[in-house]
């Protein structure tokens, strides 16, 4: 880091009032690829052949043009066409409900220090389990993952909502209908043997890995491998700012002394991704369906509670990287706030601004016969909500708010490499 702008900046992380401010710490390190994998991973990322319907990629929710998500609160995959905000339903074939959280972004993941996934960490690196990864499948997960990213990659494949498809539509959704995920001519290998049927798909696996089968394994390594190259986003002007390249704006400059010191900001989003990678209740409001099984008919969504079972972790979600949080909204696991002022300012008085809500301060796309507002209407729910919340009132002036989201708007950065691909070699249409 160079001298003129380490010490200033570091006077910010000591002189602020805020006990919680802290220094960055070491500078985080990547994985480094083989961009052979990477060229394969791309064009997996975008192809629909990987969903029960060949209909949906993983770029429909997590597309770059809307920041590596879908620029929806709660989104709509099966039973839905077109991307984000011009997302529709189809018809004939009308899903049962909004997906229950927001599409989260891909940013940095290829970082070593990210290591939990999913808004309610159900998935995450841990040397105790038998493949060094714990996941919802447990025991029947699969061996040859190589890393927590590549295997969260590929969950969504399995819910019916996001891309395997309605009960009994296609072999692949009909095999998760039966509970055949992971087992021999389970979903995942079904999914494997159309990518092997594809010449240009066997043509580059015999390349990088000469002799083995295209196993969905193989197919989800290639797919974190590309995630990692893609979205790396580690030159934003906060970046060049501590490396000593350029200085921030002013009002950048007061922003990050706030964001350090008085607005409490860093006591979670920490470190140079700006998250301390645990899971806290903000006492964020609950829309949409919630996160039920399908043999329940609740609509709450108890957030970590649902992995851990212990009662304190009730509404409490994983701290998001700030990383393009320009580029990323909605906000929140359930994207209820379409705008990054208002949630910015729900931080500062997390309990009035819940029970203030509304769900118009979201963004959704028609969806007939949805009932978004039934957790807002249920007083219980409110109260336990707002009982779980671990955030202490602040008050900010308007100009204070300012300076934070100019700070926020300097940790953008974004990046793209490969970008779309023009076609895929299923031949299948791509979401340009």
Known sequence: MGVRLFIPIISFLIAGTSANAQELGPPPTFLEPDFHRVELGQLLFYDPVLS???NISCAT????????????SLGIGEGGIGLGTERTLVTQNTPEQRIPRNSPALWNLGAKEFATFFHDGRLEADPTQPNGIRTPLGTHMRSGFQSALAAQAMFPVLSPDEMAGHYSENDVSE????????????????IAARVAAIPEYKQRFDAITPG???SFTAI?????????FEWRADNSPFDRAMRGEDALSKNAEFGMHLFFGKAGCSSCHAGWFQTDHKFHSIGLPQIGPGKAARFESHVRDDGRLRVTGRAEDAFTFRTPSLRNVTLTAPYGHNGAFARL?????????PVTSLRNYTVEMALLPDFPGSEDETPLLEQQHLDAIANSNSLSKITLTDHEVDALLSFLASLEDPAQRLGVPAQVPSGLPVDQ
């Open 61 to 72: 929710c997590h597309h770059p043009r809307l920041g590596t998500s879908d620029g929806l």
């Open 220 to 228: 989800a390594n290639v797919i974190a491998d590309f995630i990692a």
């Open 52 to 54: 029960g319907n060949k």
């Open 341 to 349: 002022e208002d949630i910015v300012r729900h931080h500062l008085d």
């Open 175 to 190: 095999a998760v209908r039966l509970g055949l995920l992971t087992q021999q001519g389970g979903a995942w290998d079904l």
């Open 212 to 214: 083995s089968e295209i």
